[in-house]
């Protein structure tokens, strides 16, 4: 018996929504590799977050034990190379949906959130603003997500040159959006790096709080990327110095 269109349509959503997975895992400063899973805390799976009004929408969930004690340190002004690939386990090997399905799309954005302890466990409350985000280029019609994948799971983020000295959280996230054209569909992949900012100055940006930066009604989290011609990334602005 023929399978109908609908159910061929629904069948090859789910398998785009299964490759689109993917995880932040390790990173680069000023090009020196960390390691995998050190000041990070990496998701023990790869399932998307897409309740944006949960807790887990912060740092994500279920994290590998134990979570990295590490702290990197990085200078005011200096570039943290956040590295994504398709597993926890980070590069595994050659994978036709490494870092993610080259089929997806959607945004790459990052947030800072100063901390007393970039070790502390909770992160309920803390204020985060934007440092970096890759929408859809209009002129090129390019995602964050194909530069991610062209990339080869790195996209590089410059620490703002005035920001405080002092401990943070950086959040890196990958958003999908393949299922996106009602709510709950787009699925987010982010996790949180452990950082100590040297130098800096005494900028004082405007924050937001997750939950809180994005709703279900936010521009962004509910789009046709089949049909639409311009794209909104959620949150606020990217802060500049």
Not at 56 to 74: E, K, L, M
Not at 159 to 169: D, E, F, R, T, W
Request: glycine content about 8%; proline content about 8%; aromatic content about 10%.
């Amino acid at each position: 018996m023929k399978a109908s269109f609908a159910s061929l349509a629904s069948l090859v959503l789910a398998i785009s929504s299964v490759n689109a997975r993917t995880v932040f895992s390790a990173f680069a400063v000023n090009g020196v590799e960390e390691g995998h899973g050190v000041a990070v805390r990496v998701p023990s799976t790869n399932d998307p977050i897409k309740d944006v009004t949960s807790n887990d929408i912060i740092c994500n969930t279920n994290f590998i034990q134990p979570v990295s004690t590490a702290v990197a340190s990085v200078p005011a002004g200096g570039v943290v190379a956040a590295e994504f690939h398709h597993t926890p386990a980070g590069y595994v090997g050659p994978d036709p949906s490494d870092p993610l399905d080259p089929t997806d799309k959607g945004p790459v954005t990052a947030y800072l959130a100063s901390v007393p302890d970039a070790t502390q466990s909770d992160v309920t409350g803390l204020k985060w603003f934007k440092i970096f985000e890759e929408g859809l280029n209009p002129e090129t019609h390019q995602w964050g997500s194909d530069l991610l994948f062209i990339n080869g799971g790195y996209v590089n983020i410059t620490i703002p040159s005035c920001v405080k000295a002092g401990q943070y959280l950086l959040r890196v996230e990958s958003i999908s959006l393949a299922d996106a054209s009602s709510y709950p569909g787009a699925q987010f992949f982010m996790s949180c790096a452990q950082l100590e900012v040297t130098g800096g100055g005494s900028a004082s940006p405007e924050t937001v709080t997750f939950p809180g930066a994005y709703s279900p009604s936010s521009p962004g989290i509910v789009t046709n990327i089949y049909e639409d011609q311009s794209y909104t990334v959620p949150g606020p602005a990217v802060f500049t110095c």
